[in-house]
């Protein structure tokens, strides 16, 4: 008995050490994420030789263009190769490849050299979303395992608030990126004391299936729902990153030159803690209201505070940070519902290629509409006129949820 009680302690604790790594990891994400736009401008000064309005803009648009779509194709590469040699091997190299690039990118002086690696960035940080949510739904109890996927997701907001503390606090980009380095410690860490996955076994069985999946995932019968996921997903994420890439260059547009910096940091850390904050509560009203009642609260909750955010405010403020931690609530909220409800609107034997491909798509989408809001500032001459016409996805994807299927309560198949 005792014996028995002595291997299930072990199991528990070498599954908290699992969890608390992969929860790690996707913080390590979010920093990596983020440093850029926190420092945007002392990075246009670096690298363009400017940190005026346009060039600015120019950069933030191929950077994290470059980001996105390093996010996107690494997501699904990466998450082919984790199929084929493993899930723990694969989770090591896309931790070494986010943190290793952000801190060469800590000694580049060369724009396009700077944009390559933020691709490279992007690639290592979709990867670790992508398989730190694979592992613990692997290894966690079907009793727990919502949540323990809820929190988990919630860690990589948490990486937007420090990267917002690291900007108040340290001047110099270089050193943060060069701290922002230091989780390449985990790829040691998870290598060490994660065992590989039990599921992940009889690769050439698994291959079969996954061939089959893909050959089903478009059949006539999926194609409605996997539309509306790609649009429900994709809209929320256009409208998402052109709201956090843009919103602390645009506050320090604003911002007294003493004051910017502090005021940029400032921003980021409401636009994380708002998105932790919405998606704890996500589950609750989901379950409560029902899958589509939920998002679409979220997607007009996100719509009308953007409205009083980019046109009702034009300074630094109580109003500006209260309404950018309320907009990053409601972004975070629809995050949470969608990345529930998505995966339920498809039966298991494609639900992991369709719900890859709605997830992705929206992704790819997104790096070509982040470029274009850095082109639509210098159309403006403004960040808030070209971060309100992206929000604009919103609507689209509220109007979407009209053509969609209510899935609470129904068994998945």
Known sequence: MLRRY????LRMTSRATLYLL???????????ATLFSVYLPSLASDLMGSSEREAVAQ????????????????????????????????LVASIVLCTLSTVVAAFVSDVTIFVLLRAITGTGAGAILLLT??????????????????????????????????????????????????????????WTLIPESERWSDTARDLDERREQRSHVFEPRYRRDLVIGVILFGSMLVALWAAYTWIPAWVGSISWPDHARHNRALANIMLGAGAVVGGIVSGTVSNALGRRVAAGL?????????????????EPGVALFSLAFLLSFFIGYNQGVLTGYLPEL??????????????????????????????????F?????????????????????????????????
């Open 133 to 190: 949510a694979v592992i613990v739904a692997e290894v966690w109890p079907s009793s727990s395992r919502a949540l323990a996927l809820g929190i988990l997701i919630n860690a990589f907001p948490l990486g937007f608030i420090i990267a917002g503390v690291m900007h108040g606090t340290i001047a110099d980009f270089r050193i943060s990126y060069l701290l922002g380095g230091i989780p390449i410690l985990l790829a040691v860490a998870v």
């Open 346 to 379: 498809f039966p298991t034997i494609v639900r992991g290629a369709a719900t890859g491909f709605s997830f992705n798509t929206g992704r790819l989408v997104t790096t070509v509409t982040v470029f274009f809001v850095g082109v639509l500032v210098s159309v």
């Open 22 to 32: 992969c929860w790690l990891a996707t913080v390590a994400a979010g920093i990596s």
């Open 59 to 90: 950069l933030g648009s191929w950077a994290q263009s470059a980001f996105l779509g390093g996010w996107a194709i690494g997501a699904v590469l990466l998450g082919i190769i984790a199929d084929r040699v493993g899930r723990k091997i694969t």
């Open 381 to 413: 001459g403004q960040y808030e006129y070209a971060i309100l016409a992206f929000a604009s996805f919103y609507l689209v994807g509220f109007v979407t949820l009209f053509f969609a299927r209510e899935t609470k309560g129904t068994e998945l198949l």
């Open 298 to 314: 979220g997607y007009i909750g996100a719509l009308i505070v953007s409205l009083f955010l980019f046109l009702a405010v034009s």
């Open 6 to 9: 002595g291997v299930l302690s």
